[in-house]
Every structure is written in structure tokens, then in C-alpha cells.
């Protein structure tokens, strides 16, 4: 994993089991928001999956990245995610392969200084 969480990451619900493993249909969606400091992001993101099942899984991580790397951190995030989840790398691949970031989903803090 390229991208270390901040502070560990919250699941809801916790699910110790890999409970997507054959799931034929699942879904995904996510949310970031980010703190800019003079040369890095402090970058929050949650990730949601859907399962067939009309269940929700919800990851939340925080890193600190320099900026450029939203994308890759984002897509990371939600790679890591169907992995827990017990999705096979393939198909996560196939499910991530046309991923574009969408910066409607972002919400941003003004520039601060570190400290």
C-alpha cells in the first residue's frame, strides 16, 4: 500500500469476513475532502460498497499526500477497500479500470499553514 492512513482506518459496519467473495453485483462509491498546506494534502476519503444484497460497507481513512496524487490515492483507497471486502483483485481492477475522479465529490478547505 503506496498510501498510509493517518490515523488507521474506521469501518462501518466492522466486518471481519470477506463477505463480497462470488458476489456477482457490487457497487461503489466515494467521497473526499482536502486540507491544503504548502506543499502537501491532508486528504480524507470514504469509500462505500453495495452489495447485491442491499448491504453498505464504509471505509474512512486520512492521508497526507503531496499534491498530484488525489487520484491515485482515491483509487488506492477503494482498491484496499474491495480487497477487505473479499473481492478478487481481478475483478476489483476490472470495477476501477475506466475510474475518473469526479471533483464534484470533493469539498475543499482553504489553504492553511503548517504548523
Do not use: W
Not at 56 to 75: A, D, L, M, Q, Y
Not at 109 to 114: G, I, M, N, P, V
Amino acid at each position: 500500500m503506496l498510501y498510509k492512513p493517518t490515523t488507521g482506518f474506521l469501518y462501518l459496519p466492522q466486518s471481519p469476513k470477506p463477505i463480497f467473495k462470488g458476489a456477482n453485483e457490487i457497487h461503489f462509491d466515494y467521497y473526499f475532502s482536502a486540507r491544503y498546506f504548502e506543499e502537501s494534502i491532508v486528504l480524507d476519503v470514504t469509500t462505500k460498497i453495495f452489495s447485491e444484497y442491499d448491504h453498505v460497507f464504509t471505509r474512512i481513512s486520512s492521508h497526507r499526500i503531496k499534491r498530484g496524487e488525489v487520484k491515485t490515492c482515491v483509487k488506492e483507497c477503494l482498491l484496499t477497500h474491495f480487497l477487505r471486502m473479499g473481492v478478487s483483485r481481478k475483478r476489483a481492477n476490472f470495477l476501477l479500470k475506466n475510474f475518473s475522479l469526479s471533483f464534484r465529490k470533493l469539498e475543499v478547505q482553504k489553504e492553511l499553514r503548517e504548523v
